[in-house]
């Protein structure tokens, strides 16, 4: 069985930081593209951003870049999103997604609340 579970989120101030963690279980997980997507309230789901299978590419969405980093250790089965400078608008429910490629997500975790208050 196939577990995403992320972990990091919370409260913060604007101009603050989290870094939030998904620990992947149940796959190969060097074996999927990994990807921070995020949902607002009222809004539609973003990819905020995504990782290949080893790390060496990486995708960001627009209004994140800059600011947030993704990262993966492929030994841990974990991937990475470090904040930095949040905005109220980053203010959403986030997700780690794995996929077989950069364009299909097939498994997801519950999703973490992020709420910058400003």
């Known amino acids: 069985q196939v577990q995403l579970v992320e972990s990091g989120g919370g409260l913060v101030q604007a101009g603050g930081s989290l870094r939030l963690s998904c620990v992947a279980s149940g796959l190969t997980f060097s074996g999927y593209v990994m990807g921070w997507f995020r949902r607002a309230p009222g809004k539609e789901r973003e990819l905020v951003a995504r990782i290949s299978r080893i790390g060496d590419t990486t995708y960001y969405g627009d209004s994140v870049k800059g600011r947030f980093t993704i990262s993966r250790d492929n030994a841990k089965n974990t991937v990475y999103l470090q904040m930095n400078s949040l905005k109220a608008e980053d203010t959403a429910v986030y997700y780690c997604?794995?996929?077989?490629?950069?364009?299909?997500?097939?498994?997801w975790g519950q999703g973490t609340q992020v709420t910058v208050s400003s």
């Open positions: 997604a794995a996929g077989p490629s950069r364009v299909e997500y097939t498994y």
